[in-house]
């Protein structure tokens, strides 16, 4: 059961080859048997997941369960989930219990899907090896040795190890994409208001973006159909209609003009990478489509810029983390301010201080005009090169990440080049463009990721070159051998 897709799983459930039960009860029986090797859960619903797989049986024996009714999958530890721990990876939401679910929660539980828990990440999603959880590091199922990537790397482990068959994940500079293409999956990062931020907790707000970790992009199609929309609580969700996204997969992509930016092969793509990115680059264009060189100017300011304003943006959105209003609150206050500053030091990680007082730093009135200012000037030049490279082709390719997963510990020394991780997947998150990451090669055994960018709302676009892709080749099927076996 753990290898089938969800489109698969979906079909046995409406021919009753097996229940929701059933699959809900498999798969509660992996987590628990293969989790403790990668620490992939923050937090495992058991008995809630067996209540609603039998409430999802039950509407199919009635004859009204809607196309994803049953469907077991997890979410990452960023969405509100009501009555159920949100943590976000930080000690600071340690005892936190949502009131409420965020909206891309509620979808997904409206249309009969299963949670069976929250999956462990990045602290308030600060990284690129899912190493900053205060719930300690996730660890690749590929080798448990490496990273899964970051910082939606509890998801991506879960998925990849067949712990559950999809995962929800955030990406604000390439969260879902980088640990999809460490962990051999397929990951979607929507257009920047295309799914609602209701109940995701922030992080930088004018970046982050709702989206999936699957096997295929048939499976990414079916969950963005339900999570897209409008949502009126959320003022940067998009009123735009939702396509038919399943419709479109099977469209041919002859004459399709795909742009490959030199600045995408540069020096920091290690070697394997990059020929596995060009074998794939050369079955797309034997499918017919059309390979053309472009320039994206100003693309090496990407990691810099993001570097300013997400910092930015996060000092911001985290301030209202002070021990009053929930959350964790110091036993040691000796007046009020000394609650704040205690609250704050003990709640927090390294990680996210640096980046509070990076970004208290550039937002402060001295340095507002030369950092925050100027970056957000850049950011919209590089914006401006995407629009340009997109009048005359229809999606962007090339790597998602410079190299395979890296091993624990290698990176937590050296922000910096934590930081280079993200230099191919940072830029669709400042132009607010959708972008997915789809499993192409392997090098030594680790998967390599191809990454599409499209223009806005593009995400069909990407979903059927995504398809054609999986039809003609088998790296989506390819599973981490130790968790394979039908017994395993
Ligand atoms: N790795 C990047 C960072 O550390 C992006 C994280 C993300 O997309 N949430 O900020």
Redesign the pocket.
């Known amino acids: 059961m753990h290898r089938r897709t969800l489109a698969q799983l979906a079909d046995d459930l409406r021919s009753r080859r097996c229940s929701s039960y059933e699959l809900t009860t498999h798969f509660l029986a992996r987590i628990e048997r293969h989790d403790p090797s990668m620490n992939a859960f923050v937090t495992v619903t058991a008995d809630h997941a067996l209540a609603d797989a039998r409430a999802a049986d039950e509407r199919r024996s009635r004859g009204d369960a809607g196309p994803l009714d049953g469907l077991p999958l997890a979410h990452k530890d960023i969405f509100c989930t009501e009555g159920v721990k949100t943590s976000c990876g930080s000690r600071m939401l340690d005892n936190f219990l949502s009131p409420y679910d965020a909206t891309l929660v509620a979808r997904l539980k409206d249309a009969g899907t299963v949670m069976l828990g929250k999956t462990n990440m ?1 602290e308030f ?4 090896s899912s190493e900053s959880s205060f719930y300690g590091p996730v660890r690749n199922p590929w080798d448990l040795e490496r990273v899964p990537g ?2 939606s790397g509890g998801s991506a482990a879960a998925v990849a190890a067949g712990l559950v068959p999809a995962a929800t994940g ?7 994409r ?1 640990p999809a293409a460490l962990c051999g999956l397929t990951g979607l990062k929507p257009t920047y208001g295309r799914v609602s931020r209701y109940g995701m907790i922030a ?1 930088a707000s004018s970046l ?1 973006q709702a989206g999936v970790l699957t096997w295929t992009a048939e499976d990414a199609a079916l969950l963005l159909q339900v999570m897209a929309g409008f949502d009126p609580r959320d003022s940067t969700c998009l009123e735009e209609p939702v396509p038919d996204y399943r419709a479109g997969l099977n469209a041919s992509i002859r004459g399709l003009r795909i742009g490959v930016p030199a600045g995408f092969f540069d020096a920091g793509l290690e070697e394997g990478n990059r020929g596995a990115v060009e074998t794939a680059l050369g079955v797309l264009e034997s499918q017919g489509a059309e390979l053309v060189g472009i320039e994206l100017d100003n693309l090496d300011l990407s990691v810099p810029v ?1 570097y300013v304003v ?1 910092p930015a943006e996060a000092s911001s959105n985290l301030s209202r983390f002070d021990g009053v209003r929930f959350g964790h609150r110091t036993e040691h206050a000796e007046d009020l301010l000394n609650l704040y500053t205690r609250t704050r030091g003990e709640g927090f990680g390294a990680e996210v201080k640096r980046r509070i007082l990076t970004g208290a730093y550039v937002l402060s009135a001295g340095y507002y005009d030369a950092y925050y200012l100027k970056a957000q000037q850049v950011r919209q030049l590089i914006s401006q090169s995407f629009s340009r490279a997109f009048e005359s082709v229809d999606v962007i390719a090339g790597p998602t990440t410079p190299t395979p997963a890296f091993m624990l510990g290698q990176k937590t020394n050296d922000p910096v080049a ?2 280079l ?2 230099i191919y997947t ?1 830029g669709a ?1 400042l132009a607010g463009l959708p972008a997915l990451s789809i499993p192409c090669g392997a090098v030594g055994g680790l998967p390599v990721g191809l990454q599409l960018i499209g223009p806005h709302l593009a995400e069909g676009v990407l979903l059927n070159v995504a398809h054609r892709f999986q039809a003609e080749t088998d790296w989506h099927q390819r599973r981490p051998p130790d968790f394979d076996a039908e017994n395993a």
Do not use: E, K, V, W
């Not at 955030?170 to 879902?176: A, F």
């Open positions: 990045d999603a600060m990284g690129s970051g910082s955030t990406d604000t500079g390439g969260s879902i980088q992080f982050d993001y997400a934590m930081y991780n993200d940072i998150n």
